[in-house]
């Protein structure tokens, strides 16, 4: 392999609990569920869907920060792979009581509130609240349902598990002994994989790759350019366990550190592609609101916590939910493939359904999204059968500035669900622009738009549904452009963007 690579490493480390591990000739699609319940018989952890949907098998992973600490996160274990618990620490239900048999005050606060019945998605629950403790704790129910989204329970209902995350509280921000037990565990983190290269496991199911940095992930996939981008797995990972797909080779870029950046220019937002969803929802959040919002419905919290925004672009498609707002806002990608970059609109990239504009080899470096300004006010629409954890039926998202005169000086607007890919409205543009923002031009705006999409029908909904959702929703975006006063949501910014 070529130098910018580096130094090889061919194990797998990582704390499981306070015990440290290093694994060798795995198969790099097992999944940590598969892991833990037949190699570690840590059966906590249940399989209940296999796909990150039910929360059974949340388990808690921590990682290294830049202030010398840990930072924790929930995910599904069914849909990660054991390798990308390198460098990291892995806790489950199991590693909660102390050494003395005592209850974790989340599990004590689970049996005062009779949370649990059956029991079998407890361990599940008990996971989300215990990283909901390490954050400090909430009393706020927002807060606390979106902690729980993920979690499905069929038994006891989620009053008493939503009273328990009340009455377990949180660690202290200034607990010196828990500051203590992070910095401990950083530091052994850190020495386990400092210097010590890129991971590469060689397997007969497969190889994986974990570059540490941007070149190594350029030069690593100008040389397997037909290498399956593992990011967080949250679609890859159902390829696997729902597909029964065989991948070879997986390159992981979670652990590349220069695609893990956000920041702002003057004019923009630059997210690279392996940010994850939960730590882009806040700066897309000032950039426009409902974006935030967008972000806050997709999936749940285990989901945020690993998916990203740069692999929702790059798997192309057409019901992805940031992909019509990022369109709307004027949104571009960059593209790298070796040493060479190149910037793309992102209404652009998509081509057709399952096809992009990106070459072998090629892959998404970062997102550049336009801040808002000059009066341009953006919305934006997610309509789904439930409002957390659901896949849309319609999504719309509007850029629109009204001049003084009442006129639409500018119109973007993008759909999801209506075509084959994320979709800009441009015939519905045209019918705006340079008219009074009025019913009658509102109107005509909405013919041009059924004579721009032919939505298909699906499980999800009808194509007449859909096109007079998407209609609608240019009358709702009328309604609150014009009477802003005017309700027109069930839940707004204010509950959903937390």
């Given at each position: 392999m070529a130098s910018a690579t580096g130094s090889l490493r061919s194990d797998i480390r990582f704390l499981l609990g306070d015990e440290e591990r290093s694994l060798r000739d795995i198969d790099p699609q097992m999944t940590v569920l598969e892991y833990l319940r037949l190699d570690e018989r840590k059966v906590g952890t249940k399989e209940g869907c296999a796909e990150g949907d039910c929360g059974a098998c949340t388990v808690v992973l921590g990682e290294p920060d830049d202030k010398g600490g840990m930072a924790y996160r929930t995910v599904n274990a069914c849909i990660q792979f054991v390798p990308t618990l390198d460098g990291k620490q892995l806790l489950t239900v199991e590693h909660l009581k102390s050494t003395d048999g005592t209850l974790h005050p989340v599990q004590q606060a689970m049996v005062d509130t009779h949370g649990s019945q059956c029991g079998f998605c407890t361990p599940g629950f008990v996971m989300s609240l215990y990283q909901l403790w390490l954050d400090g704790g909430e009393d706020d129910r927002g807060a606390i349902n979106d902690a729980l989204a993920g979690n499905l329970c069929r038994c006891t209902g989620y009053g008493p598990i939503i009273e328990a995350a009340r009455k377990a509280g949180g660690v202290a921000a200034n607990d010196s002994a828990e500051q203590k037990r992070r910095a401990d565990i950083a530091a052994k983190l850190t020495a386990m994989v400092a210097d010590e290269g890129t991971l590469a496991l060689e397997h007969p199911a497969g190889r994986y790759f974990a570059p540490r940095t941007s070149d190594e992930l350029a030069e690593l996939l100008v040389a397997h350019p037909d290498a399956t981008v593992l990011a967080g797995g949250t679609d890859v990972g159902l390829w696997v366990t729902k597909m029964l797909k065989r991948l070879d080779p997986i390159?992981?870029?979670?652990?590349?550190?220069?695609?893990?950046?956000?920041?702002?220019?003057?004019?923009?937002?630059?997210?690279?592609?392996?940010?994850?969803?939960?730590?882009?929802?806040?700066?897309?959040?000032?950039?426009?609101?409902?974006?935030?919002?967008?972000?806050?419905?997709?999936?749940?919290?285990?989901?945020?916590?690993?998916?990203?925004?740069?692999?929702?672009?790059?798997?192309?498609?057409?019901?992805?939910?940031?992909?019509?707002?990022?369109?709307?806002?004027?949104?571009?990608?960059?593209?790298?493939?070796?040493?060479?970059?190149?910037?793309?609109?992102?209404?652009?990239?998509?081509?057709?359904?399952?096809?992009?504009?990106?070459?072998?080899?090629?892959?998404?470096?970062?997102?550049?999204?336009?801040?808002?300004?000059?009066g341009l006010v953006f919305k934006a629409y997610k309509i789904s059968k439930r409002f957390d954890q659901d896949i849309t039926a319609v999504l719309a998202a509007f850029a629109i500035k009204v001049d003084d005169s009442g006129k639409v000086s500018e119109f973007r607007a993008a759909f999801g669900g209506m075509a084959g890919t994320p979709m800009r409205a441009k015939k519905c543009e045209a019918a705006l622009i340079g008219k009074d923002w009025n019913e009658a031009n509102l109107n005509a705006a909405q013919v041009a738009l059924a004579n721009e999409f032919e939505p298909m029908s699906d499980m999800r909904a009808s194509k007449e549904y859909r096109m007079l959702v998407a209609q609608n929703l240019l009358t709702k975006l009328f309604i609150e452009t014009s009477a802003p006063d005017v309700a027109t949501r069930l839940v707004g910014k204010e509950a959903a963007h937390v």
């Open positions: 390159i992981y870029i979670g652990d590349v550190a220069d695609i893990q950046s956000v920041y702002e220019t003057e004019d923009a937002l630059i997210i690279g592609a392996g940010v994850t969803y939960s730590r882009a929802h806040e700066a897309l959040g000032r950039v426009a609101s409902d974006v935030g919002e967008l972000v806050r419905r997709i999936g749940s919290r285990q989901i945020r916590n690993a998916g990203t925004l740069g692999g929702n672009i790059a798997n192309g498609s057409p019901i992805g939910d940031t992909p019509p707002a990022l369109i709307a806002l004027g949104a571009k990608i960059v593209l790298r493939m070796g040493d060479v970059r190149r910037e793309v609109p992102l209404e652009e990239f998509f081509i057709t359904y399952g096809k992009q504009d990106r070459v072998a080899g090629e892959f998404v470096e970062s997102v550049i999204v336009p801040k808002t300004k000059n």
